[in-house]
């Protein structure tokens, strides 16, 4: 292997982190052959917001500083990224400096549009606004929670691409759950609007989670997109994305799942697909356009869900592939489309959904994962943080 | 008449090549480091005695074949070597997975924040089985102490006192069910 090939990895979330480790592991001669940009001072263990917001995890617990959790032998460039120019083997960082790279991976993740919702950015963390999508307002997500008195509790899933899309219905099911534990569930109405058709895409599991749905009594309801809230006056308005007719719903407490993005640094670059996300194979990960582009996680254009656990599938995958690349050899990794998304139904409680890209189930457990199970919940709340930190980050799980 | 040609064409394509300064220069440098180049050549002498004394050395040479000689070397190693060869991928996978799990446990081990996670997450689940046990043994110390404390003498009569006692009637019926129950198994 060419040891002088220097590697630019785009994006310091799960996906880069992991990628990095696991072509340190794979390839020991590439230490210091490996730079990371990324702007950002903390790292985050998203999927425990759920948790913090059903008050039974600490958000402290899911953030650490980006330094201690970039691999020994990988160079930290703290700089955003504004382009790609790829036929020069380039990318421009935001204080005008060029990058030069033999071999790219692009992990720059998802954008949150809080602008997306007309309202909603003057009004979150406040007037019972919140969102287990901000490290800053997840805490409110709990307050509010707790406090309920009863009347309307508006959860919302929006028309968009989102990061791990079990979240905005998990919460759902921890605030109910919650609110029969205070006594104020016979007070209060669980709305689920949601753009969505049906509560889940496989067919396995969106059964259970029907059942689940009838038996909690939840009025959901679909192809419904949130468009605005009016914090004052304590009203969301959806949209009904068939009919396009708008309905003003009165909330007690909404919690907002905010509609996503592809940033715009990716979206606006000769590397993105028409619909703004980076254009790789979906089964080896390498760029449609440019051999030495290899693309991963939130921000890869990739027909299945937004989530960690697919990240720490694709992650093996892009760092085998690229290993292979550099040494001018076939790409032989293959990525299936795997994603997994822990469906937290109460406290207690989690369905495990397992799937590929063709929506059948993938499971990795000896059982029915559609049935709803405590020792899944214990796997979440206490297992899976540690096999992110010390496996998944350090190219091991 | 052809050997005499070429001899002065090489006397003569010798005089050029002497002729050129940077021969001259080289003919210069070879001779003043002739006698550093005498004693290299004498320690390679050297060197080539002593190899040919060890070799010379039946005893060292017998010495040294015993121990590289591979006693066992017969058809059945060399068919486990060729089987070993075929397992070698799988192999490497599991020592992969192995090497991988030990990674994952000394990352651990390493990292104080995911340590304290653990033991958080864990006192949690520990914490309610604890009270019970301190309850436990709050009423045991309780009753340990009252005994203790009591000198009263007991009869016959306070026997009958305490089956009067609403937990002994309780446990008493609990007796009786299960009799009953067993009886009518037994029955059928």
């Known amino acids: 292997m060419n040891t002088n090939n220097e590697i630019v990895i785009v994006g310091g979330g799960s996906g880069g982190i992991s990628v990095a480790s696991r072509l340190l592991r794979i390839s020991p001669e590439l230490k210091n052959h490996i730079t990371i940009i990324d702007p950002a001072q903390f790292h985050y263990y998203q999927p425990l917001w759920t948790l913090v917001g059903a008050g039974v995890a600490r958000k402290e617990s899911s953030e650490r500083t980006m330094a201690s959790v970039i691999p020994e032998g990988v160079k930290w460039l703290q700089e955003k990224v504004v382009r790609f120019m790829p036929k020069e083997n380039l990318v421009k960082l935001g204080n005008n400096e060029t990058i030069p790279y033999d071999f790219l991976v692009v992990a720059g993740g998802i954008e949150i549009n809080w602008d997306g919702v007309k309202g909603l950015k003057e009004t979150i963390g406040k007037n019972g606004v919140c969102s287990n999508y901000s490290y800053e307002h997840v805490d409110y997500t709990w307050q509010l929670i707790r406090t309920f008195q009863g009347g309307n509790a508006v959860f919302t899933h929006p028309a968009t691409p989102v990061k791990c899309g079990g979240a905005p219905q998990k919460i759902m099911y921890l605030a109910e759950d919650s609110f029969n534990r205070t006594g104020v569930r016979d007070k209060s109405n669980v709305i689920f609007g949601s753009a969505n058709p049906a509560i889940f895409d496989v067919q396995k599991y969106r059964e259970a989670l029907e059942k689940v749905v009838e038996r909690k009594k939840i009025d959901a309801r679909f192809r419904t997109n949130l468009i605005e809230v009016r914090g004052e006056e304590k009203q969301a308005v959806f949209e009904n994305l068939d009919t396009h007719e708008k309905e003003v719903v009165s909330y007690d407490m909404l919690h907002v799942t905010p509609p996503m993005q592809s940033p715009e640094f990716i979206r606006e670059s000769p590397l993105a697909n028409e619909a703004g996300w980076v254009d790789v194979h979906k089964y080896t990960l390498q760029h449609n356009s440019y051999e030495n582009v290899f693309g991963l996680g939130d921000s890869s254009g990739l027909p299945t869900s937004k989530t960690g656990a697919a990240i720490r599938k694709q992650a093996p995958v892009v760092a085998k592939n690229l290993a292979a690349a550099l040494k001018q050899q076939p790409l032989a990794a293959i990525y299936n489309g795997y994603s997994s998304c822990p469906l937290v139904t109460g406290y207690n409680k989690l369905i495990l959904a397992e799937f590929d890209y063709d929506k059948n189930p993938d499971e990795s457990m000896p059982f029915n994962q559609a049935v709803e199970r405590r020792s899944m919940y214990v796997m979440k709340k206490d297992l899976l943080p540690v096999m992110y930190w010390d496996g998944m980050l350090k190219g091991t799980m | ?188």
Request: charged share 25%.
């Open chain 2, 1 to 188: 008449m052809t050997s005499s040609y070429e001899h002065i064409e090489s006397v003569d394509s010798l005089s050029a090549a002497l002729a050129d300064p940077e021969v001259k220069q080289s003919i210069a440098n070879l001779l003043h480091r002739l006698p550093e180049l005498e004693k290299g050549i004498g320690s390679l002498e050297d060197v080539v005695d002593f190899g040919q004394t060890l070799l010379d050395d039946q005893p060292f040479i017998d010495g040294v074949e015993s121990k590289l000689a591979i006693q066992q070397l017969d058809m059945e190693t060399l068919a486990a070597l060729l089987a070993l060869l075929e397992k070698l991928p799988s192999l490497i996978a599991a020592i992969n997975k192995v090497e991988e799990s030990l990674a994952f446990v000394t990352a651990i081990s390493q990292d104080s924040e995911s340590l304290d996670y653990l033991t958080e997450q864990a006192n949690a689940y520990a914490a309610p089985v604890m009270e019970e046990g301190r309850k436990g043994l709050t009423f045991i110390a309780a009753v340990k102490n009252k005994a203790e404390q009591d000198h009263q003498r007991y009869s016959i009569f306070s026997i009958f006192k305490w089956l009067k006692d609403p937990a002994v009637q309780k446990g008493f019926r609990y007796i009786n069910a299960t009799l009953e129950t067993l009886n009518e198994k037994q029955a059928r």
